[in-house]
């Protein structure tokens, strides 16, 4: 009962095999959630930002627009929908070159419909349990702050000397969990888990690429980072100079 009581969650698949699409489109709207189908790079990007979806799944090889560039250009427009990339290309510079646009996860065809299932519930979980916890905080514990950044949990916002920056929603759990955290020492497995609510071997470049894309917003220098810091052979962590307001 207390299911029907929350409101459907919203997909949007851009995906030009119409096959792939169908199948994929009909296990997710018997999972429970409302699916829009886009099937060429325009007709997803037109769809993308006329509406409001909670999750994007998105083709990296698309007629018209490609998968990258329709990323690229929603986290340009501040757009920051959780994005799952689905390409049937599995190099390591394919996979990182999505995530560095701003995908949030990564899964390479052939895929199983339960491996996709789970990884939009992953997702989505991590965005619902992120939105929760936000609720449940107090107004005194809204602001974090850290040198030049500040970083208010109720408004999901980070400031950098006073300037807004643009986070996707992946980029501000992963700086909100290590400000949360200053001073502990995380592998990228662990990240895998506590951020992207799922761990699975062969992703750690998941977390580095979030990390190099977190580090070139908020780092003054970020060959040389005070914030987020690399502690070598083990993982990374946060400095521990935060203070709470």
Known sequence: MQAHSNPVQALLIVEDNRDIAGLVALH????????????????????????????????LMLPGIDGIDICRQLRQ?????????LTARSTEVDRVLGLNV????????????HEL???VKAILRRVQVSRDNLHLETSRD????????????QGRSVKKAGTLIDLTVREFELLLHFAVHPGR?????????????????????????H???????????????????????????????????
């Not at 427009?77 to 990339?85: A, C, E, S, V």
């Open 102 to 113: 701003g995908a949030d996860d990564y899964l390479t065809k052939p895929f199983s419909i």
């Open 142 to 153: 809204d602001n974090l702050r850290v040198g030049e950044i500040e970083i208010n949990r």
């Open 211 to 245: 990390i190099n894309r977190l580090r070139a917003k908020i780092e003054p220098d970020p060959a040389n980072p005070r914030y987020i810091l690399t502690v070598w052979g083990v993982g990374y962590k946060f400095t521990e100079a935060v203070a709470a307001s």
């Open 185 to 209: 020492v995380y592998s990228r497995a662990q990240l895998l888990d506590n951020v992207w609510g799922h761990g699975h071997d062969g992703y750690e470049h998941t977390v580095n690429s």
């Open 77 to 85: 427009q501040q757009n920051n929908t959780p994005i799952l990339m």
């Open 28 to 59: 997710l709207r018997d999972a429970g959630y409302a699916v829009r189908l886009a099937h060429d790079g325009r007709e997803g990007l037109c769809c993308a930002q006329a509406t409001a979806f909670d999750l994007i799944l998105l083709d």
């Open 117 to 119: 299932l789970a990884r």
